[in-house]
Structure formats: C-alpha cells, structure tokens
C-alpha cells in the first residue's frame, strides 16, 4: 500500500546543491520511519540518512553536516538537501520507507541519478 516516488536529481558541479523529493502514496501508514540510500556502480547500497516519526534524524559520516533529511507530514513528502557535493556523492539515490524502527526497510522508489562534475 505503500508506493515512493523520487525526483530531483541530476547532474551539478562540484561544490553545488541539490534537493531530492519523495512523494509517498500512502493509504495505509501516516509518518511512517523514511530514509535515503544510495548506490554508485560496483558498490553495494549504503545508508546516507535516516529520520524517524518523531523527526529525529541519523547521517552517515561522508555526509554529516553537508546534507539534511527532513520531511512535510502534511504533503506527505521526504526531503533530502545536498549541499558542498563532491564526486564521491555521485550515486543513484533510493528513497525507502518501513513500519517503524524496529522493521527492515521494505517499500522502495525507482530511483534518482545525481551526478556531481
């Protein structure tokens, strides 16, 4: 019953900012547990931020203090702010959602490709 959709990605030069959107179609849970991941070719998916109904919030190292996860419960809709990006943030970003924090990430949008130059 739970269905994301990403937007907002594309390609930025170094240094830039970029905002990832996820709109979640969502008939069953209301602020739900949400969180980012990413992807680079050859490597495995990685963690980059995580925020929980409450709205406390958990970043990977590599990101902490240049990108911030926030979410609009009212639009339904999961945020993720890049700032100062490098080459090592180019990846497909996965937008991912779970019961609560207790529950594996189980609902997944398409994906977005950012890519930094």
């Known amino acids: 019953h739970v269905q994301l959709v990403e937007s907002g990605g594309g390609s930025v030069q170094a240094g830039g900012s970029l905002r990832l959107s996820c709109v979640v179609q969502?008939?069953?849970?209301?602020?739900?547990?949400m969180g980012w991941f990413r992807q680079a070719p050859g490597k495995e998916r990685e963690g980059v931020a995580h925020?929980?109904?409450?709205?406390?919030?958990s970043y990977t190292r590599y990101v902490k203090g240049r990108f911030t996860i926030s979410k609009d419960n009212g639009k339904k809709t999961l945020y993720l702010q890049m700032s100062s990006l490098n080459a090592e943030d180019t990846a497909m970003y996965y937008c991912?959602?779970?019961?609560?924090?207790?529950?594996?990430?189980?609902?997944w949008g398409q994906g977005t490709q950012v890519t930094v130059s």
């Open positions: 991912a959602a779970r019961r609560s924090c207790y529950d594996a990430y189980e609902y």
């Open positions: 969502d008939n069953l849970y209301r602020r739900i547990p």
């Open positions: 925020i929980d109904r409450d709205g406390s919030t």
